[in-house]
Structure formats: C-alpha cells, structure tokens
C-alpha cells in the first residue's frame, strides 16, 4: 500500500474531544474496572460518536464566557455517557457534617442494613425527608452528592 493510500488525521476539535473523553476513559478505569469488561471496538466507535455530539452540543460555546472550563464540560459528559452506557447509573445520597460542625467530615443517610441510602434524583431525596420530619430549613444544611453505582 503506496503512503498516499493511508488515511491521515488533522487535529481539529473533535480529535480533541476524542482524546479527552478517552483520558476520561482511563482515569474512570481505577475506580470502575468493570468498564474494560466491554470489547475496545465498541469503546472507540462511542467514543467517536460522543466526540461528534458533544461538538453538536457545545462548538459554538465560549468558553472564556462559559461557567464551566472546556476540560470541565468535556470530561463530565464524558463520565455521564460512558458509565451510562456501561450500566452504572447515577444517584443522590444525602449527608450532613457530623454533630453539625463544618470541620467534621460528612456522614451519610443509611438504610436499615447500613448501606448508604439512594436517590434517583434530588427531588426524590427530599421528599423523602420532608415525609421524615424534615423541614426546608434542615435542608440548607445538607449535602446532595451525585453517586454513580
């Protein structure tokens, strides 16, 4: 095959997209190993589908005027896409700081087997709080953190 036959790549925005949603790839790999369970075929094919649709999503953005950095907007719709499509979804479990002190560490919501408590959403969250005596007020102190499971 003569050199001018071989496809070559220009680097534009989507080949960075592509390499930022593949180092998101690596870094989620230590904490998910289940994610390197999917064949590498499938994994490059969505990643190149997801570097096109966040360039839909998000090529005219400014991002010197943006609330968010380019590296900050790639890399968490790059972590949503990929672990939803990995089967590991999203949740909402809810702490507040120990004996109510800032500078203690956060304990978490559990359930009767002292497994921490999940929410779909944080709307679910504090419904279910206000149901247990909760009021807007107890809220302001709490903590939602997205969990991915």
Known sequence: MAYSDIQKTEFNRVTENLIE???????????????DEQDSM?????????????????????WIESEKTYPEAVEEFAKEKILQWAGIRKYICVGKHIE???LNPYEWLLEKGQDVKLFESEAEAKIYLK???????????????????
Not at 21 to 35: A, G
Not at 131 to 148: A, I, S
């Open 21 to 35: 949603i593949t180092w998101t790839y690596v870094n989620l790999l230590e904490e998910f190993p289940r994610l």
């Open 131 to 149: 149901t247990n005596g909760y009021t807007d007020e107890d809220m302001e102190f709490l903590k939602f953190e997205e969990v991915w499971h």
């Open 100 to 102: 109510g002190i800032t």
């Open 42 to 62: 499938s994994w490059k094919q969505m990643f190149v589908a997801w570097a096109n649709e966040f360039e839909e999503l998000y090529g005219h953005t400014n």
